[in-house]
């Protein structure tokens, strides 16, 4: 809710009644405070100033004598900020994380998941959907994130505490908490990255194993050791206070820029990923999210290998994530929270259970590494049987028969000089091209024939000469040091990129290698001759399809005149149909039953439409 800047469209002082009226609310919100409590974070007589934000919700923040915010309102909801739950870090119940090592996803802004929570012997104790809860790291009992649980503990533990289990919806260091001038941290324990345990602490605070404290008497002590806090200045220039002081630095709300969340609307307005996906009904949006990160589970135990990594997210999808479907399960990212594969990925690299990054070149996600000690990864037991097929449906075979001319497009590599070492090391030939999997398996073998994995250090390969001239010869800037280590995550990658990227087609048997990435054909629409339509269609041919033949068909599909034209430009040779009558969108449903081209690479363009 708050990752991102927005403005303030309204700010105004509190009267003394509206004062009185958000007291009630804070009273009613946090039922076990005392009076004493809700005084330490809005005094009675204290100058409130609120700021409206421009927000598809309504979004209230609040700030006390030019202090730091203190609150904010979401739809009539009310929550402290990590300024207040540092004043009385027992307000609301909490998460405890496994470890400090979790809190680097939730201070990145991440939704808290139950198996990156501490789940005592006698269970969570009870709580609804919908409640504010807060999450701490042992050994540090100022917590690091507020936000509502995802569903309830009846369900929770249904799910076999599995699944979301907080919506954060304000942390440590988003955009509110760095509204405030001179903003500050409890303790030394509270870094960029990450929160550890607060180095001043002998001892842990009292919140167990990980269940939920009530207001009690520890938030008078902390209220007593605040008054002797003492600043300290951190490695970035933060003050990191001891214990939080009642001295705060005054900012002023117009300065708040917070950002707005994005509406569901929005969302489904978004472009969905061109990967085709089964549809799926009676599902809901949290369980379709389930049912995604069971499948890539189930996928990086039992079909991805990281000497096959980096891979592409199209066939991470397809090759893997598809067949590990629960058997009749149907997955579809766009009923997903997330609606693009790419998003989806990014959120689990966000999670820290895989590295996705983004290929420039071809501008498309890669699955980079597995962290194969992640808690979900270990946790997580894999079925022996999963779905073998996309569909499951009687419908599917009829589906695929229609397809007259099956189609087939694979990424390869052509070796360079560069990496010609390298092969021929291991034996390889240097003359034919590589998939990524089949690169990636050329330099690791490499790698296990040179031993040059650090033995203290599983995650690290070291560079031999031939190796680091093959990844970084001609590649390092002058003046520069050449590396002596790599990350073995990264290997893969930076050997694909001193390959040259071409792209395989296949039809019917036949197959044509050619240099570069895969062209899109061309789908046009457009007015001639004042009112009349005609639709133009290129680049078939990078698709091992006769222009003269479809042309021919398509006179007979749809009663029409057609004809030939060349294509002028770089491309010449080619050749380009031109069809009387704006049938552009049966075209393109033609292209793909008919000739297997995948929607991804046709492009449509009406340019009757104003």
């Known amino acids: 809710m708050f990752k991102k800047a927005s ?124 409640q504010p809860w807060v ?162 589970l189930q996928a990086l135990h039992t079909t991805v290998k990281d000497k096959d990594l980096p891979i592409p997210a199209s066939i991470l999808w397809s090759g893997h994530i598809l067949p590990a479907r629960p058997a009749g399960s149907t997955v579809d990212i766009k009923k997903s929270s997330h609606k693009k594969l790419s998003k989806w990925l990014q959120t689990k690299s966000a999670s820290g259970l895989v590295v996705a990054k983004e290929s420039k070149p071809r501008k498309e996600i890669l699955l980079c590494s597995v962290n194969r000690s992640h808690a979900l990864y270990q946790e997580f037991k894999p079925e022996k049987k999963v779905a073998t097929s996309e569909h499951t449906t009687p419908d599917s075979k009829s589906a695929n028969e229609s397809v007259q001319s099956p189609f087939e497009a694979v990424e390869v590599w052509k070796p360079t000089h560069h990496v010609a070492p390298i092969l021929n090391a291991v034996g390889a030939d240097a003359a034919k091209f590589y998939t990524a999997a089949e690169a990636s398996e050329v330099v690791f073998s490499y790698v296990d024939k040179e031993s040059l994995v650090k033995p203290d250090n599983k995650a690290v390969v070291a560079l031999d000469a031939v190796l680091c001239d093959a990844l970084f010869k001609g590649a390092v800037k002058k003046g520069s040091s050449y590396p002596s280590e790599v990350l073995k995550r990264d290997l893969g990658a930076t050997f694909l990129g001193r390959m040259q990227a071409h792209h395989k087609v296949t039809r019917e048997g036949k197959s044509v290698v050619r240099k570069g990435a895969l062209r899109c054909a061309q789908i046009i629409t457009e007015r001639r001759q004042g009112n009349k339509k005609v639709t133009r269609v290129s680049g078939l041919e990078s698709f091992l399809v006769d222009p003269d033949a479809l042309a021919a068909e398509l006179q007979k599909k749809f009663a029409c005149s057609t004809s ?47």
């Open 564 to 610: 030939l034209a060349e294509v002028p430009g770089k491309f010449k040779g080619e050749k380009e149909i031109l069809v009387q009558g704006g049938v552009i969108e049966n075209l393109g449903k033609h292209l793909v039953q008919q000739y297997g081209i995948p929607k991804k690479f046709i492009e449509i363009l009406d340019k009757t439409k104003k």
């Open 7 to 130: 403005e303030v469209k309204a700010q105004q002082r509190l009267s003394g009644a509206d004062r009185k009226k958000l007291r009630r609310s804070i009273c009613e919100r946090f039922g076990h405070a005392t009076d004493a409590h809700i005084e330490a974070i809005l005094p009675a007589k204290a100058d409130v100033t609120v700021a409206k934000l421009a927000n598809p919700n309504r979004l209230h923040v609040y700030v006390v004598d030019g202090g730091p915010p203190m609150l904010f309102d979401v739809d009539g909801e009310v929550f402290p900020t990590v300024y207040a739950l540092w004043k009385l870090p027992s307000l609301l119940p909490a998460f405890i994380l496994k470890g400090a090592e979790v809190s680097r996803y939730v201070v990145g802004g991440a939704d808290l998941m139950f198996p990156g929570i501490t789940i005592p012997p006698e269970g969570l104790p009870e709580f609804e959907a919908g």
């Open 135 to 296: 999450v701490k790291v042992p050994g540090n009992d100022w917590p690091i994130a507020v936000g509502t649980t995802a569903m309830s503990s009846t369900a929770a533990k249904k799910a076999g505490y599995r699944g979301k289990a907080l919506r954060i919806l304000h942390f440590y260091p988003d955009t509110l908490w760095s509204s405030a001038e001179g903003r500050y941290v409890p303790n030394a324990g509270f870094s960029e990255g990450m929160i550890s345990e607060d180095p001043s602490t002998s001892q842990q605070g009292g919140d167990g194993e990980g269940g939920a404290q009530g207001v009690d008497e520890q938030d008078q002590e902390h209220e007593q050791e605040q008054e002797q806090g003492v600043a300290n200045s951190g490695d970035d220039g933060t003050e990191i206070y001891q214990v939080t002081g009642p001295e705060y630095v005054a900012v002023d709300v117009k300065d708040l820029k917070l950002a707005p969340d994005t509406s569901a609307a929005e969302e489904a307005d978004e472009e969905c990923s061109s990967i085709e996906v089964g549809t799926s009904t009676g599902i809901s949006t949290e369980e379709m999210d389930l049912l995604l990160d069971r499948c890539l």
